[in-house]
């Protein structure tokens, strides 16, 4: 009996396929937005661990955010992980968008973190 996979799942493996192929190595920042909340982390596929992550459910964000469901908020956390990442000493990442097209809450997410000052 053949799997049945819905059309998300299917756009979700293209992506990440596509991702690990070009990464060369590198982490991959990963984005999962929910209808409320935006949450990303950068991961090392060889190792199969998290390097650092970000989300607006973090005591220290919802103090200053009105809502993780904001394009606002997504900048915001895009600039927080690139200031971790950074920390951590990590320079270049290669970005996931995770079946998600590229507009609004996950593009914003991308350009603060290309403000904070992570390449990919």
């Given at each position: 009996m053949a799997m049945n996979k819905t059309a998300a799942s299917r756009r979700l493996a293209r992506v990440r396929r596509s991702v690990r192929t070009h990464?060369?190595?590198?982490?991959?920042?990963?984005?999962?937005?929910?209808?409320?909340?935006?949450?990303?982390q950068i991961i090392d596929d060889k190792a199969g661990r998290t390097l650092t992550a970000a989300s607006s459910l973090e005591k220290a964000n919802r103090g200053s955010l009105k809502s993780g469901a904001t394009v606002?908020?997504?900048?915001?956390i895009g600039r927080l992980i690139a200031e971790r990442a950074i920390a951590a000493g990590i320079r270049e990442v290669v970005f996931d968008r995770g079946g998600y097209?590229?507009?609004?809450?996950?593009?914003?997410?991308?350009?603060?973190?290309?403000?904070?000052?992570?390449?990919?």
């Amino acid at each position: 009996m053949a799997m049945n996979k819905t059309a998300a799942s299917r756009r979700l493996a293209r992506v990440r396929r596509s991702v690990r192929t070009h990464a060369y190595g590198k982490p991959r920042l990963s984005v999962f937005r929910s209808s409320c909340q935006i949450y990303c982390q950068i991961i090392d596929d060889k190792a199969g661990r998290t390097l650092t992550a970000a989300s607006s459910l973090e005591k220290a964000n919802r103090g200053s955010l009105k809502s993780g469901a904001t394009v606002d908020s997504a900048k915001i956390i895009g600039r927080l992980i690139a200031e971790r990442a950074i920390a951590a000493g990590i320079r270049e990442v290669v970005f996931d968008r995770g079946g998600y097209m590229y507009h609004g809450r996950v593009k914003a997410l991308a350009e603060g973190a290309r403000q904070g000052g992570l390449k990919f």
